[in-house]
Nanobody, 119 residues
Framework: QVQLVESGGGLVQPGGSLRLSCAAS????????MRWYRQAPGKQREWVAG???????????FYADSVKGRFTISRDNTKSTTYLQMGSLKPEDTAVYYC?????????WGQGTQVTVSS
């Protein structure tokens, strides 16, 4: 059974940094595409970043325009974990952050981790 567990959220001041983690199990992680999404209060869930899985240590990275240059997605296949390093955080980055993958044409989501950017 595929499971995704996010961690690393919290309260941070504007301009600060956080690193989110998403630990995966029940899938062939190294070849799985991993994605981060976020949902702010009263808004629809939006895609943030993605990283492909090619079986090697790295993958191709993709970012939403709103986070390009500030966020970095990465993966550690030895730990079946994907990361989202967030920098230069803004109040508008406040949201619940989710990781997602797809196995056998079915989407799997984690439970989410809250990120609050406020002074």
């Amino acid at each position: 059974q595929v499971q995704l567990v996010e961690s690393g959220g919290g309260l941070v001041q504007p301009g600060g940094s956080l690193r989110l983690s998403c630990a995966a199990s029940g899938l062939t992680f190294s070849t799985s595409v991993m994605r981060w999404y976020r949902q702010a209060p009263g808004k629809q869930r939006e895609w943030v970043a993605g990283i492909t899985g090619n079986g090697g240590p790295n993958g191709a990275e993709f970012y939403a325009d709103s986070v390009k240059g500030r966020f970095t997605i990465s993966r550690d296949n030895t730990k079946s974990t994907t990361y989202l390093q967030m920098g230069s955080l803004k109040p508008e980055d406040t949201a619940v952050y989710y990781c997602k993958t797809n196995v056998g044409f079915k989407d799997y989501w984690g439970q989410g981790t809250q990120v609050t950017v406020s002074s």
